[in-house]
């Protein structure tokens, strides 16, 4: 196989592992080809080729097709094997037995904030992410924390490029406001949503640092509202911060 085409193919494969999300869990083939506009043969080839090792399982009854075991097998090497998720998941832990409340670990990655690591609250009633996860940098308190620190000229970028849209009636609709709210993060060193982008949720978001003092990511305490005791705000705050600055001095 040339080069070329072998790059085709690999460029394929992963259009059509990239095309499976929480939402849409099963793909039928007649899916993959409408989502793709790639040729049914092309894309049964790909399949079977993905099914013989493990990656992609098949529902031959509802001849659907979904993510496979091997790639939870894979994804267990990256978690162990990760610089940032090895040292930070044992400070996310102990920052969830603190309060009993869910944590999360988040990045920016192509424009947007993406959840790289999550550890459950212990409650019934706890707010739920996935890692995988992506919004906007305009909504929430990881999206705004991870915004805030960027360099002048990317903030500046990706300003001009947003395209606000209503999420909950928390969300913050214009660029004079957000540009306010960032500038207080900056400020604080911390940053807090209200419910800007899940209704009912209350999230607190410090920064993690490399050894350069760059943000590079951002730890979040995550609570539904209806359990957040005002008079423990300023404990939130301190006890995200400082797991924050834990993580980054390990990466020192």
Same mark, same amino acid.
Do not use: W
């Given at each position: 196989?040339?080069?070329?085409?072998?790059?085709?193919?690999?460029?394929?494969?992963?259009?059509?592992?990239?095309?499976?999300?929480?939402?849409?869990?099963?793909?039928?083939?007649?899916?993959?080809?409408?989502?793709?506009?790639?040729?049914?043969?092309?894309?049964?080839?790909?399949?079977?080729?993905?099914?013989?090792?493990?990656?992609?399982?098949?529902?031959?009854?509802?001849?659907?097709?979904?993510?496979?075991?091997?790639?939870?097998?894979?994804?267990?090497?990256?978690?162990?094997?990760?610089?940032?998720?090895?040292?930070?998941?044992?400070?996310?832990?102990?920052?969830?037995?603190?309060?009993?409340?869910?944590?999360?670990?988040?990045?920016?990655?192509?424009?947007?904030?993406?959840?790289?690591?999550?550890?459950?609250?212990?409650?019934?009633?706890?707010?739920?992410?996935?890692?995988?996860?992506?919004?906007?940098?305009?909504?929430?308190?990881?999206?705004?924390? !991870? #915004?805030?620190?960027?360099?002048?000229?990317?903030?500046?970028?990706?300003?001009?490029? =947003? &395209?606000?849209?209503? *999420? +909950?009636?928390?969300?913050?609709?214009?660029?004079?406001?957000?540009?306010?709210?960032?500038?207080?993060?900056?400020?604080?060193?911390?940053?807090?949503?209200?419910?800007?982008?899940?209704?009912?949720?209350?999230?607190?978001?410090?920064?993690?640092?490399?050894?350069?003092?760059?943000?590079?990511?951002?730890?979040? !305490? #995550?609570?539904?509202?209806?359990?957040?005791?005002?008079?423990?705000?300023?404990?939130? =705050? &301190?006890?995200?911060? *400082? +797991?924050?600055?834990?993580?980054?001095?390990?990466?020192?």
């Amino acid at each position: 196989m040339a080069n070329e085409d072998l790059m085709q193919t690999i460029d394929r494969t992963m259009q059509i592992l990239k095309s499976f999300s929480t939402e849409e869990k099963e793909l039928s083939l007649a899916d993959l080809h409408h989502k793709l506009k790639l040729s049914k043969s092309s894309l049964q080839r790909i399949l079977n080729t993905l099914i013989h090792h493990g990656v992609i399982e098949k529902d031959d009854k509802k001849k659907t097709y979904q993510l496979g075991i091997e790639l939870l097998f894979l994804g267990q090497l990256v978690e162990k094997n990760s610089h940032l998720l090895s040292i930070s998941k044992p400070h996310m832990e102990k920052l969830r037995d603190e309060f009993g409340e869910s944590v999360s670990l988040n990045i920016i990655n192509k424009n947007k904030r993406q959840c790289i690591g999550y550890v459950s609250g212990g409650h019934e009633l706890t707010t739920i992410t996935y890692v995988g996860q992506t919004s906007p940098l305009y909504a929430g308190a990881s999206a705004k924390l !991870l #915004m805030a620190y960027l360099p002048t000229d990317e903030l500046t970028e990706l300003l001009n490029d =947003i &395209e606000f849209m209503q *999420i +909950t009636d928390k969300t913050i609709m214009n660029r004079e406001k957000l540009i306010q709210e960032l500038s207080r993060v900056h400020r604080d060193g911390y940053a807090i949503s209200y419910g800007e982008r899940v209704k009912g949720a209350f999230s607190l978001c410090a920064p993690i640092r490399n050894r350069f003092n760059e943000v590079i990511a951002g730890v979040t !305490l #995550m609570i539904p509202d209806v359990r957040v005791a005002e008079k423990k705000i300023d404990q939130y =705050i &301190e006890h995200v911060k *400082i +797991t924050g600055a834990m993580i980054s001095r390990e990466f020192i």
